[in-house]
T-cell receptor, first 113, second 114 residues
Framework: DQQVKQNSPSLSVQEGRISILNCDYT??????FLWYKKYPAEGPTFLIS?????DKNEDGRFTVFLNKSAKHLSLHIVPSQPGDSAVYFCAASASFGNEKLTFGTGTRLTIIP | NAGVMQNPRHLVRRRGQEARLRCSPMKGHSHVYWYRQLPEEGLKFMVY????????ESGMPKERFSAEFPKEGPSILRIQQVVRGDSAAYFCASSLSASNQPQHFGDGTRLSIL
């Protein structure tokens, strides 16, 4: 029962262009969503989050969009840089009494110089 | 990943031995979470602890696995009588509070069972 899905296992983007990573969820109790970036042999690094009371949150080159009716969120990276090449995980949690994160299976982003 | 310290980074055990994984949360964080990542999969929640209390262990196997977060010292994930299927990367995360706060992860312990 995969409650958080990242349907694209991999994505290649030219340096300088926009990278768009997608994530879908099924559990309507989820109200807090996060994106993490992970390099091999390291732990996930927190990038950006969004609460369900918002539909957009921006931090520098990273913007997360949340569409609650579609149960869909996306991460936009613009402009993409070579150092952005990594695996990106979407995660979600429900705030009341259940703080555990449920992760997607990840999307491997490759930025082509 | 500065701040959440996990050790050891790599741990090799033979089947039937015990594995102890340690996690020191970020300074000021009192909420600790353990996750496991199997090859080619996402991270799966195991257990959520606060100081001296297990809050949610719904992701932990019922047998052989235990976790603690004592008043003093690091959080410990203990796996008794390890089997090949326990081979995975085990990640610890901490947060300042439980609600709508990002969890920050350590670099993990890679457990290999011979």
């Amino acid at each position: 029962d995969q409650q958080v899905k990242q349907n694209s296992p991999s994505l290649s983007v030219q340096e300088g262009r926009i990278s768009i990573l997608n994530c879908d969820y099924t559990n309507s109790m989820f109200d807090y969503f996060l994106w993490y970036k992970k390099y091999p042999a390291e732990g996930p690094t927190f990038l950006i989050s969004i609460s369900s009371i918002k539909d957009k949150n921006e931090d520098g080159r990273f913007t997360v969009f949340l569409n609650k009716s579609a149960k869909h969120l996306s991460l936009h990276i613009v402009p993409s840089q070579p150092g952005d090449s990594a695996v990106y995980f979407c995660a979600a949690s429900a705030s009341f009494g259940n703080e555990k994160l449920t992760f997607g299976t990840g999307t491997r982003l490759t930025i082509i110089p | 990943n500065a701040g959440v310290m996990q050790n050891p980074r790599h741990l090799v055990r033979r089947r039937g031995q015990e594995a102890r994984l340690r996690c020191s949360p970020m300074k000021g964080h009192s909420h600790v979470y353990w996750y496991r990542q199997l090859p080619e999969e996402g991270l799966k929640f195991m257990v959520y602890l606060q100081k001296e209390n297990i809050i949610d262990e719904s992701g932990m196997p019922k047998e052989r696995f235990s976790a603690e977060f004592p008043k003093e010292g690091p959080s410990i994930l203990r796996i008794q009588q390890v089997v090949r299927g326990d081979s995975a990367a085990y990640f610890c995360a901490s947060s300042l509070s439980a609600s709508n706060q990002p969890q920050h992860f350590g670099d993990g312990t890679r457990l290999s069972i011979l």
